[in-house]
Nanobody
Framework: QVQLVESGGGLVQAGESPRLSCAASRSIFSAITMGWYRQAPGKQRELVATVTGGAIGSGGTTNYADSVKGRFTISRDNAKNTVYLQMNSLKPEDTAVYYC????????????WGQGTQVTVSS
């Protein structure tokens, strides 16, 4: 089993630039894809960003939802077993619970979710 713990959420002003972190309880070298998703009240959970890497190679290919492209940046630090989401120019519509996700291969094979961290953007 792998536990994912998000941090960095809270109440922020529009235009601010917080960073979310997701720490994994095990090495993320076997996490071929790690990502961030979000769920706003009354809406379905949606993809925010993903990054590949680890066992399938270095570098990492990123993918973003159109709504955050150019404002959010996802990155992973395999040495720290952590994935980050740098959020710039936040808007009230970015308000949601943000969830970390990891897709592992190998001994820890499976798809894992964190418990989420609330981000509330006030205008």
């Amino acid at each position: 089993q792998v536990q994912l713990v998000e941090s960095g959420g809270g109440l922020v002003q529009a235009g601010e630039s917080p960073r979310l972190s997701c720490a994994a309880s095990r090495s993320i070298f076997s996490a071929i894809t790690m990502g961030w998703y979000r769920q706003a009240p009354g809406k379905q959970r949606e993809l925010v960003a993903t990054v590949t890497g680890g066992a399938i190679g270095s570098g990492g290919t990123t993918n973003y939802a159109d709504s955050v492209k150019g404002r959010f940046t996802i990155s992973r630090d395999n040495a720290k077993n952590t994935v980050y989401l740098q959020m710039n120019s936040l808007k009230p519509e970015d308000t949601a619970v943000y969830y970390c996700n990891a897709d592992f291969i190998g001994l820890m094979r499976g798809n894992y979710w964190g418990q989420g961290t609330q981000v509330t953007v006030s205008s």
